[in-house]
């Protein structure tokens, strides 16, 4: 079973990594695609990645100056483990700094961190900083964006990592624009998307996308730490007072509700 994860545009480099980990980090998988990304990036100007990305001139100037830095190796110096370096929404309910040495050993075999620059992350991965959403339409020589760069490569290597699996399972904990990265038709898995839903003052649900993101990363650490390798495992999930809607969810389809939000 393998659980997916979006990347988050803020990223923490700041907080130090324990020693034990720093020694853990490993290398992407995919450091060449990765490389030749970043060559493509170079040649745009502050202006073109502001526009590209619809980003202010100071996220454009910073991002640039983040392509010129990056390096085909990662050394502890110019990286951090992804699972540590990622600081959004997700990361919050993940919160991979109060993780335990041995979940992280876990982590690094059952999650997958989808990546517009690198594809596919593990945990401790060595992460440089970047910033390239997968929905960019950043053109190469493969193709007007960048899901014709990565084309099946991540769903294919999905498919290895779940090799030998009697039932394979992909639990998509990812946004729409990272899951179509992976969930392609050359997927050979079953595919198991989580969905996280408030309730309303009328008494109907809603998935409220700030919650919803959060909640994804409390999935991600309840599977870690209860080290989940199966479906019916997700439905125990309790985090933050979400509980399994069994009338609402389906076998593919597990919706998740709370009464009301947290103080």
């Keep these: 079973m393998l659980f997916l994860l979006s990347p988050a545009k803020t990223l923490d480099y700041e907080t130090p990594v324990p020693v034990a980990l720093r020694k853990k980090a490993t290398e992407p998988l995919y450091g060449d695609e990765a490389a030749a990304l970043i060559e493509v990036l170079r040649k745009k100007t502050p202006a073109q990645v502001a526009e590209l990305m619809d980003l202010s001139d100071p996220l454009a100037a910073l991002n640039v100056a983040r392509y010129a830095s990056w390096q085909p190796q990662a050394t502890p110096a110019n990286s951090k483990p992804a699972a540590?370096?990622?600081?959004?929404?997700?990361?919050?309910?993940?919160?991979?700094?109060?993780?335990?040495?041995?979940?992280?050993?876990?982590?690094?075999?059952?999650?997958?961190?989808?990546?517009?620059l690198y594809g596919a992350l593990r945990p401790l991965d060595r992460l440089q900083p970047y910033r390239l959403e997968m929905g960019t339409a950043l053109k190469t020589a493969r193709g007007k964006d960048l899901y014709a760069w990565w084309g099946d490569i991540v769903a294919q290597h999905l498919n290895k990592r779940l090799a030998g699996q009697d039932k394979p399972v992909v639990v998509n904990l990812a946004s729409i624009e990272y899951a179509r990265v992976a969930l392609r038709p050359a997927l050979q898995a079953r595919v198991v998307d989580c969905v996280f839903e408030e309730q309303q003052a009328d008494g109907t649900h809603k998935i409220i996308s700030f919650f919803a993101k959060k909640a994804r990363g409390l999935m991600a650490r309840f599977a870690i730490q209860n080290r989940v390798r199966s479906v019916r495992g997700l439905r125990s999930f309790a985090a933050d007072g979400y509980a399994l809607a069994a009338k609402a969810s389906s076998p593919d389809r597990l919706v998740f509700r709370r009464a009301g939000l947290p103080k």
């Design 84 to 116: 540590l370096a990622f600081n959004g929404d997700v990361y919050d309910g993940l919160d991979a700094r109060t993780l335990k040495t041995a979940d992280f050993t876990w982590a690094q075999q059952h999650i997958v961190i989808l990546s517009g």
